[in-house]
C-alpha cells in the first residue's frame, strides 16, 4: 500500500518547516501568498491530501473542545426522492468519493425519526457537520431544519428543489444535446422526441432546449427541427396516439423518456427496423436500447467533493450564493440506434402537414 504523503513530506520537499506548510494549505494571513501558492503545488504536484479526521482533531485540540465522528458526512435520505437504483447509484458515487478524501458517509434514513429536529438532536449529539441531502422535498421533510450548524448539500433530482442550498443536479440539456447530436451523425434526419407533459415543464424545456441546439449546429445539413409530442390519456390512448403522429410525421428516429415508450412502438427487442429509438432515462442496465442518461454516480461524487469544500473551509449554515452543479450525462451505444446510408428513410411529408 503507497504511504500517504504527509506535511512533513510537502516540508522537507520544499525545505521549510512543517508549520509554515501548515499555515499556508490553511490560507493563513502570516504566509506570503507567493510562499503559499508555492507550496500548494507542491503538494498537489507530491500527491498530498488533507486528512479530515487529523485536521478536526487537531483543530479541536487547539480550541481546547472534544469531538467525535470528526471524519463521516451523514447521507441523508428519502423514501420517495427516486428510483432504488438511482438512490444507490448516487451513494455509490458519493461513497467512493469519500473513501478518496478520507471520510466515511453514514446513512440516515429520514423515515427512521419522528422529526426533522429528533434528526439533527442525533447529528449534533454526534458531532457531525456535514450533510449530503437526497430527499425529494427537504424544506418539507426537514421544516424548522437548524441549517445554521450544519453544511448540507442537496442531490437534486430533479434540480430546483432546496434553491437556498448549494446542490449538484444532471445537466439534462447537455444530455438531450448529447442524444441529437448521436441522432444526426448516425444519419437519421426526422427526429421526434416524446415529453411527458406540463407536470416536468422545467425539465421538458430543458430537453426541447438541448435537441434545438443540437439541431441549430446541424442546420446547415437540410435537417428540419426535431418535433415533439406531449403523453396523454389512457395506456391505449397513449400507444395508438404515438404510433398515429410517428406515422403520420414519417419519423425515421424517437428520443422517449422511458422504455415503455420503445413497447409502445412495439420496439421491446431494441430493434425498430426502419425506427431508430433512444432512451433517456436509466432504465434497467440489461435493456436493449441507445440510452443518454444522467450520470447519477457523477452527481454523488460532485455532492461530496462540495460537502468536503464547505467543511475544509468550515463554512455552516446556508451559502450567500448556492451552487448548481450540473453534471454531464452518459452515452450507451444500443442496438435500436444504427449508423444509417445516406438517403435511407421515409422522406419528410409536405411542408403543409409539418408542425
Not at 449530503?132 to 427537504?138: A, E, G
Not at 418539507?140 to 430546483?160: M, T
Request: include cysteine; hydrophobic fraction near 45%.
Amino acid at each position: 500500500m503507497q504511504k500517504r504523503v504527509s506535511l512533513g513530506d510537502v516540508a522537507k520537499a520544499a525545505g521549510v518547516d512543517r508549520a509554515t506548510v501548515s499555515r499556508a494549505m490553511s490560507n493563513h494571513p502570516h504566509v506570503a501568498a507567493a510562499t503559499r501558492d508555492r507550496l500548494r503545488a507542491l503538494a498537489q504536484e507530491l500527491g498530498y491530501r488533507p486528512d479530515p479526521a487529523l485536521a478536526a482533531m487537531a483543530r479541536d485540540r487547539w480550541l481546547g473542545r472534544p469531538r467525535r465522528n470528526a471524519n463521516v458526512i451523514a447521507y441523508v435520505a428519502g423514501a420517495g426522492c427516486a428510483t432504488r437504483a438511482a438512490r444507490e447509484d448516487v451513494f455509490l458515487g458519493a461513497q467512493a468519493e469519500a473513501e478518496r478524501r478520507g471520510w466515511r458517509l453514514e446513512v440516515f434514513a429520514r423515515g427512521d425519526y419522528p422529526s426533522a429536529a429528533a434528526l439533527a438532536r442525533v447529528l449534533a449529539a454526534r458531532a457531525i457537520q456535514g450533510m449530503l441531502l437526497h430527499l425529494d422535498r427537504p424544506g418539507v421533510e426537514l421544516g424548522g431544519w437548524p441549517w445554521e450548524r450544519f453544511a448540507a448539500v442537496h442531490v437534486s433530482l430533479p434540480p430546483d428543489r432546496a434553491p437556498w442550498l448549494d446542490a449538484a443536479t444532471p445537466d439534462v440539456f447537455e444530455t438531450h444535446l448529447r442524444a441529437m447530436r448521436e441522432v444526426l451523425a448516425r444519419g437519421y434526419v426526422r427526429p421526434g422526441l416524446v415529453l411527458q407533459g406540463p407536470r416536468f415543464l422545467a425539465d421538458e424545456l430543458r430537453r426541447v432546449g438541448g435537441a434545438l441546439a443540437a439541431w441549430h449546429e446541424a442546420r446547415g445539413r437540410g435537417v428540419p427541427p426535431p418535433l415533439w409530442w406531449l403523453e396523454g390519456g389512457s395506456a391505449a390512448e397513449q400507444a395508438s396516439g404515438l404510433r398515429d403522429w410517428v406515422s403520420k410525421q414519417r419519423l425515421d428516429v424517437v428520443l422517449g423518456q422511458s422504455d415503455l415508450v420503445a413497447e409502445r412502438l412495439g420496439m421491446r427487442s431494441g430493434a425498430g427496423g426502419a425506427l431508430g429509438y433512444v432512451s433517456l432515462s436509466e432504465g434497467p442496465r440489461a435493456a436493449p436500447f441507445a440510452r443518454a442518461l444522467p450520470d447519477l454516480r457523477g452527481v454523488g461524487a460532485t455532492a461530496l467533493r462540495l460537502v468536503a469544500a464547505r467543511l475544509h473551509e468550515r463554512q455552516a449554515g446556508p451559502p450567500a450564493t448556492p451552487l448548481q452543479v450540473l453534471v454531464p450525462g452518459l452515452w450507451q451505444d444500443g442496438p435500436s440506434l444504427r449508423r444509417r446510408e445516406a438517403g435511407a428513410g421515409p422522406r419528410p411529408p409536405p411542408a403543409s402537414r409539418a408542425r
